[in-house]
């Protein structure tokens, strides 16, 4: 859908130099060999233990099969080649495709490991947490199923710039649901583009594409990333709110309303902040958060 309205776009993850040294520690985890070590106690060798592979939330699939390829020493695309006998246990929704199942933790990564034993561990992992009971029981009350409260968890994790904003930003996606609203977030753009960017342009949201939240209506039909524990916790609990629109006008001041004017107002706050300082007219920044996540203006006004 056509927007007037600037709006912004940035790639996840609020804690941004976090996620940067996340990323160092698995290149270096899913690299290390394991070195005998010398003891004390009478001389003997002891081997060390098995390297590690991190997988921080909020990466994608396409960043886990990478990931896993390093850690294992196999050349590029390996992992994602394996996906057809690696015989994962997911739900029928995902129609085969891991993404939002490959649950964000440490590793262990034994002498002997393949792609598939890994895929399957992370897969296992996450079905254990998301068919707990709380969950469970916390997606019945969202009049949600698990594979949607996955879903709109990872969304979540992408758009939120704290831990704090977490829960708004999950009440915005109900509320847009339910009131039969497009979601209009540049994550899910940036997710079918396979980018992470801060810009998104208006021949981006006029794309075909089922991510295209813009043009499609509801949920786009998979999670675009793996959210973690906090994630899904506020897709399942949000507080209550009407909030129906948010943007970040500068770090540590992002601004949820329920009033179309009110964010406008917000919109403009954010673009006087980030004018280019140049005499040339220049394309309009989408409204941004440092740490990554796309937050867009949402611009649409409830109909």
Do not use: C
Not at 1 to 22: A, E
Not at 41 to 60: D, F, M, N, S
Not at 215 to 226: E, H, W, Y
Request: net charge positive; proline share 11%.
């Amino acid at each position: 859908m056509q927007m007037n309205t600037p709006r912004r776009s940035t790639m996840r993850l609020t804690r941004r130099g976090r996620l940067l040294l996340l990323v160092t520690g698995a290149a270096l985890a899913g690299t290390a060999v394991a070195v005998p070590l010398l003891t004390l106690r009478g001389g003997h060798h002891v081997e060390a233990k098995p390297p590690t592979l991190l997988i921080p939330e909020g990466w994608r699939a396409s960043q886990v099969y990478d990931a896993v390829d390093k850690a294992l020493g196999l050349p590029p695309g390996s992992t994602r080649k394996s996906l057809g006998k690696a015989a994962l246990k997911l739900p029928n929704e995902a129609g085969g495709n891991p993404e939002g199942y490959l649950f964000p933790a440490t590793y262990t990564v034994p002498k002997g490991s393949t792609p598939e034993s890994l895929l399957r561990t992370m897969v296992d992992t996450a079905n254990r947490r998301y068919n707990a009971a709380p969950v469970a029981a916390g997606s019945q009350r969202g009049t949600t199923d698990v594979y949607q409260a996955v879903t709109i968890a990872s969304i979540v994790q992408a758009e939120a710039a704290t831990s704090a904003d977490m829960g708004k930003v999950a009440r915005v996606v109900l509320n847009r649901l339910q009131r039969g609203m497009p979601l209009q977030m540049d994550s899910t753009i940036n997710y079918a583009l396979n980018r992470n960017t801060v810009h998104t342009t208006e021949a981006d949201t006029r794309m075909e594409s089922p991510y295209n939240s813009y043009q499609r209506m509801g949920l786009p039909p998979t999670p675009i990333d793996n959210p973690g524990d906090q994630a899904m916790r506020a897709a399942l609990n949000p507080p209550p709110g009407d909030w129906l629109y948010f943007v970040t006008v500068k770090p540590g001041d992002t601004r949820f309303t329920a009033d179309y004017s009110e964010h406008l107002r917000n919109v403009a706050d954010f673009n006087a902040r980030h004018q280019a300082p140049t005499a040339q007219p220049q394309p309009q920044p989408q409204p941004q958060q440092t740490g990554g996540g796309s937050r867009p203006p949402l611009t649409q006004p409830p109909r």
